[in-house]
Every structure is written in C-alpha cells, then in structure tokens.
C-alpha cells in the first residue's frame, strides 16, 4: 500500500540512514534513447517442435515462444488435415487448442476452423461465417472487416434442405452466386471439396478495394488495389479463424497459448544478474525454448539483445545477501530445473514523521479500508500481457521534484507500526498534465479510497504502472497509449493532503522501484548480460550516494 500525504511538504522529514550504495550512471545517460527493436523474440531458439504425429506452432504475433500443438491422435487426426488442406500456407497457424462442442471436436487456424465429427473419419471447414451471423455480427463484420451481409435467395423459398431434389435446387441458386466474379468463381469451383471446405455462397459485394464472396465457412477476397491487403487480382482466402477469435466466437480457454515442449537434449541454464531489495533482477536463461517459472511464480520470457530473459521481482522486504531462485520449465515434456544465485542488496531509504492527520484523514488509515483498495488493485494489475508493449526506458509521468521515494518508512500517530511507502510522489500543481510512463494498454480506471482517482496502465509481461490521486482521468479501459500520451491531471484524491502524483510500478502483482525501468542501466535494455556483468566489474568498489532529495 502506499502513503501520498506530502503532497504539500505536509512531512517532517528525517534521515535514518543510506545502506549498500547502488550505483548509478550519470544522469545524462539516463536518457539516451534506445532502439525499438530492444526487446523483441530474435534470440529464441527455434519454437517448432516437429515429430510424426504432432506439430508445435509458436504462436503468430506474440514474443513470448507460446503457442498451440496440432496432433494426430485416436479422437481426431488435425495434423493429416491440416497438411492435407495446405498446411500453413492455405490455412495459417494454429490460433486455439483442441475443443468440444456440439459433437464435434475443433481446432482453430489463422485462415479456417477445422472440425472433427467425434468417431468420424475426416475434418470439415465448420460453418464459421454462418456462426458469426448467429451471434449478431453482420454489422461489425460489415464495417470492420468487408464482408458482405447474409441475405436469403428469393429462389430457395419453399425448398427443404433435407430433402435431396430440394438440395440439389439450392445448391444451384448458390452457385448462381459466382457468376458475378470470375476470378472467384474459378477459385471456388476449382477445389473438389468446396461444398465442405467452403460451404455454399451466400452473398457478393464489391467494395472497391476489394470484392469479397461470404461463404457459410469462409470469406473469399480478391483486392484491387496494391498494399493494403492481398495480392491484386488473385483469389484468396480472408483469416476467417482469426475474426472468429476477435468477435468471441472460440472459448476463451482454448485460445490460452501452451508453452513449448522440453524436446531432447534441452538443458536448462540461467544467471541473474545482482539486484536490490523492492527491484526486479534479470534472469538470463538458454537452452531450452520451453517456458520457465521462476520462485513458483509464472514469468513470461522476452529478448535483450541475444540473450531470452525472464523479468523478476525482489520484494521490497527481501533480505541482504545472497539468495537462491529455483527455475522449472513448464508445459509438455520432462521438467527441467536449475539454481540460480542473486545478490540482494540492502534498500536505500528514508524515514518521515506525518503531521496533521486529523479529522476525516484518520479514516483512511483504517486497515480495512487500505485492504479494500489493495484487493481491487491486485485484481486490475493480475492479467499478464504475453508480449512486451515497451521496448525503452520509462520516462517520469510529470516532471516535478520527487517528494518522496519507493521504500521510505512513515510514522504517524494513528498507527503502531511503520508505514511502507511503495512508490514514488511527484510534487505538482492541480491540473497538471499525467503523461503515461511507457506504451501500453489501460487496464483499469479507479476510483478507490486511499488512492483516489486511479489510472493503471499494462505495459505486458505482467509489468504495470499505477498512477495515482488524479483529479481527471483522459482516457479510458481498454485505450491504448504510447509513452507521452496524456492519460490525466494531477490531483489530490483519496489520501493526499496536497496536489502530487504517487506512481507505482507492478511485476506480477509485487511492488517495485519505478527507478528500475527510468533507468537503462538498471534492467540494461539492449545489452547482452556477459558485457553487463563486465561493467559490474568495472564500477567503483564504494560509489558516492546521491544527493538527499528535499
């Protein structure tokens, strides 16, 4: 929890004392600018796994090496069926797992949903458009995405699809559908299977760019203009499984990418570089693409440079010295572990004597109430991002003088015990701009009693900014910002006796130092751990600490 009441200098502030020196690069150097591509998944080793019945896709878009088997199995034989259609390049990758669903088993590709009739013998396309239909998506699928609304045939009026003359007739108004579009028509009609693979035409539209057939099973594009979808004039295939995905039409539990397999000859290797107590530490791992959990907690790997890492927090209560973080793979195959050593430095902090807390203040400082708002934080900050959303340093949200730090300890009259403060507090004038720290996604807007007015901020890979006692918020859940954009103004909400901002920083769910990531030196965006572990090396034995903040 935190402690945001020296928004106007409303603390008595005293030095108790500096412990380890961290040891810091010049403030210019602060600021160099980094390249985009810092974190990114070059470094991964291959993702795919191959054997003669099973196939592991890493999953598209993501950085993080997760993705989704494709198996021949007794149930269903989706690997046969999918090489058999074309393999990546008909039907993309895989986007889900295995489901169950009204007796029929399914898998989900970029470009189609396969489905298995349980004791069947072959795989289908399911009738994924029709499906979109029944949900009530015409209208977004219109706007969003060109595909032409489903209209019924004045000329199937009367006919029973059950009925096998009646079929044969509707099948043939359906076809009439083609003629409108040669070079569609030869595409569909040149595939044997394409009463099962696309289902029957259901409607046309030329939209100008680009004219598209809506099939019961797929959407069939030919563009018409260069560089901005498909090849110009050719008869393609629309990511139909993705847009089932992004309307909701798939469970969401079977969307959940799997980690790699352990595959043989894997190893698990890993270093970790020294941190101090209330920061993360970088752990360096190889030899395996598998993903990793570090100290029983799900971590999601990313690329500095060469190297595949894993980001970890340090309680702020850790102990000096030196620990141990015990490393499993997690997912199909053998558990491999591994040991690695960090070096836990001692937290720099300061002690302050709050003054003035009476009246309606003295109710915010009730445990309950600070448990309450506590409980509805971690609730917004517990999804984890599977792919990084910030590639650079953070930068300060405002620009004003730091009134207090991560870690400082607080009396006040109200309490026993000594209050930890777990972020840090900006001075500012009401109405200030709140510029977000880093890229990302809002998770959440609040309005909470010891925070105030709330704006928390997903950077992905369980990494999370919560910025505090806004008087106005200027975005809302779900926007996506770049770093800089305004998301608020400062205010003076919830427990706060002055204007400031307080901004925290999150690592799955732990409070850490927001210094950690304003810092390029502090997680080494960019620089492979060997040269890092260099210039460790190369530090002064005894730095000079930094000059008391006033």
Request: glycine letters at 10%; a negative charge.
């Given at each position: ?19 380890a020196?961290?040891a ?19 470094c ?48 993309g ?39 979109l ?44 559908l ?81 980690s ?8 698990l ?25 570090a ?10 440079g ?32 591994e ?62 003088r ?47 009693v ?19 006692h ?7 859940p ?6 800089g ?31 950690s ?22 530090e ?10 006033g």
């Amino acid at each position: 929890m935190h402690f945001g009441l020296c928004g106007r200098g409303r603390c008595r502030r005293r030095r108790i004392h500096l412990l380890a020196p961290v040891a810091l690069l010049a403030a210019a150097l602060l600021l160099i600018p980094q390249p985009a591509a810092a974190l990114s998944t070059g470094c991964l080793p291959s993702l795919e796994y191959a054997a003669a019945d099973e196939h592991f896709f890493a999953q598209t878009g993501s950085d993080t090496g997760l993705g989704f088997f494709v198996r021949d199995d007794a149930d269903a034989r989706f690997l046969s069926a999918f090489r058999a259609g074309g393999g990546e390049h008909a039907l993309g990758y895989p986007v889900s797992r295995r489901f169950l669903q009204d007796g029929f088993i399914y898998q989900a590709f970029q470009k189609a949903i396969l489905q298995w009739p349980i004791g069947g013998d072959r795989a289908n396309y399911a009738n994924t458009v029709d499906w979109l239909g029944r949900i009530g998506a015409d209208t977004d699928l219109y706007a969003q995405r060109q595909v032409p609304f489903y209209f019924p045939l004045a000329a199937d009026r009367g006919l029973d699809p059950a009925d096998p003359e009646d079929f044969a007739h509707i099948v043939q108004n359906h076809l009439q559908l083609l003629a409108v579009d040669e070079v569609i028509r030869e595409f569909f009609l040149k595939e044997p299977r394409w009463l099962e693979l696309y289902g029957l035409p259901v409607s046309y539209e030329d939209f100008g760019p680009v004219r598209v057939l809506r099939s019961q099973r797929q959407i069939i594009q030919v563009w018409n203009v260069p560089g901005i979808g498909g090849p110009v004039g050719q008869a393609v295939l629309a990511n139909t499984g993705d847009i089932a995905k992004e309307f909701g039409l798939l469970p969401e539990s079977a969307t959940d990418p799997i980690s790699p397999p352990v595959r043989p000859g894997d190893a698990l290797h890993a270093a970790a570089l020294p941190a101090r107590a209330g920061s993360p530490t970088l752990v360096e791992v190889s030899g395996t693409a598998a993903q990793v959990r570090a100290a029983g907690n799900p971590t999601v790997s990313f690329c500095i440079g060469d190297s595949q890492h894993l980001l970890v927090p340090i309680p702020v209560d850790q102990e000096p010295g030196a620990t141990t973080l015990d490393l499993e793979t997690i997912g199909a195959g053998p558990v491999l572990a591994e040991s690695v050593r960090v070096e836990i430095e001692e937290l720099e902090y300061e002690t302050y004597e709050l003054v003035g807390v009476t009246g309606d203040l003295e109710l915010l400082f009730d445990p309950e109430v600070e448990a309450a708002d506590k409980a509805a934080l971690q609730e917004t900050v517990a999804p984890v991002t599977l792919r990084p959303l910030f590639a650079e340093p953070f930068q300060a949200p405002v620009p004003g003088r730091v009134t207090a730090g991560f870690g400082d300890r607080r009396t006040v009259a109200l309490r026993e015990e000594m209050l930890l403060h777990l972020g840090i507090d900006y001075a500012g004038d009401l109405d200030d701009p709140i510029l977000a720290p880093a890229p990302g996604t809002v998770a959440g807007t609040l309005d909470l009693v010891i925070y105030g007015r709330t704006v928390v901020i997903d950077h992905g890979l369980g990494v999370f900014s919560v910025l505090a006692h806004l008087e106005d918020f200027s975005v809302e859940p779900g926007d996506r910002v770049a770093a800089g954009d305004e998301i608020g103004t400062v205010g003076s909400t919830g427990r706060s006796t002055g204007p400031h901002l307080h901004w925290e920083v999150h690592v799955f769910g732990i409070p850490v130092d927001p210094n950690s990531f304003l810092d390029p030196d502090s997680l080494k965006f960019g620089v492979p751990l060997a040269d890092r572990d260099a210039e460790l090396e190369d530090e002064p034995a005894d730095p000079q600490p930094p000059a008391t903040v006033g």
